[in-house]
């Protein structure tokens, strides 16, 4: 089964759009997705794939999420969100044994509160935090990013404590993911968030800040760009 993907995903693949991809995710040398390689296929046909082959066993799925190819280890990440509702411990534990293959933003995004959030919903979340002070950048990531699946539940401390630790970070990916879940509390409880941002507003980055204001009114907005 595993040959019948990967064939199937070669003959999918379309070569102008490999090539916007290679581009949008970074992989020239020295950037965050060097060497990855993308045939450019798009997500929504990659979900279809991921739902003809759902009944791949998992040690298949682990294979492929070695790959060095993008799409076929989202395929991957997407078969084991389908295998996590049946056997949720296995695939959690799976999953952060693999996080350095779990290797690029959309990666991350698309299977981290899907996974690791929602198993570390009714339980202790320490692995958070040792995410957010590994070295990889993809476990940082997967530290915030997670968290995504407790704002869903009106659930926010766990969300500011990690961002607190990731505030100086110097990965603009990090910027950007704290300030995208800081917004998300925000869609919930403004509030919240502007008790956040009062604290750290004058020394966080500006990318980080610009996400998390982004649906403020233009004269708040204005308020927190200025930190003088």
């Known amino acids: 089964m595993l ?17 916007i991809l290679q581009r949008f995710f ?4 020295g950037d965050y997705g060097e060497g990855d390689i993308f045939l450019g296929i798009k997500v929504p046909v990659q979900r279809k794939v991921a739902k003809k082959y759902s009944n791949l066993p998992i040690e298949d799925c682990v294979k492929l999420l070695q790959s060095k190819i993008h799409e076929q ?5 997407f078969i084991l969100i389908e295998k996590y509702k049946e056997k949720p411990k296995n695939v959690f534990d799976l999953y952060l044994k693999n996080t350095t293959r779990i290797n690029n933003w959309d990666l991350v ?3 981290a509160p899907n996974i ?3 198993y570390l919903l009714d339980k202790d979340r320490d692995v958070l935090y040792k995410l957010a002070k590994s070295k990889l950048l993809w476990n940082k990531r997967i530290s915030i990013v997670a968290t995504f699946k407790f704002i869903r539940n009106n659930e926010f401390k766990d969300t500011l404590k990690i961002a607190s630790i990731l505030l100086n970070d110097k990965h603009d990916l990090i910027h950007k993911s704290v300030g995208w879940m800081l917004r998300e509390v925000g869609k919930r409880d403004q509030d919240v968030e502007e008790k956040f941002l009062k604290k750290h507003y004058k020394t966080m980055p500006r990318t980080m800040l610009r996400y998390a204001i982004e649906r403020f009114s233009e004269s708040k907005r204005r308020f927190y760009m200025n930190k003088n």
């Open 73 to 77: 280890r989202l395929i991957a990440l």
């Open 109 to 111: 995004d698309l299977s």
């Open 26 to 29: 970074k992989t020239g040398k």
């Open 3 to 19: 040959s019948k993907i990967k064939k199937e995903l070669k003959q999918l693949s379309n070569k102008k759009q490999k090539e």
């Open 116 to 118: 690791v959030g929602d």
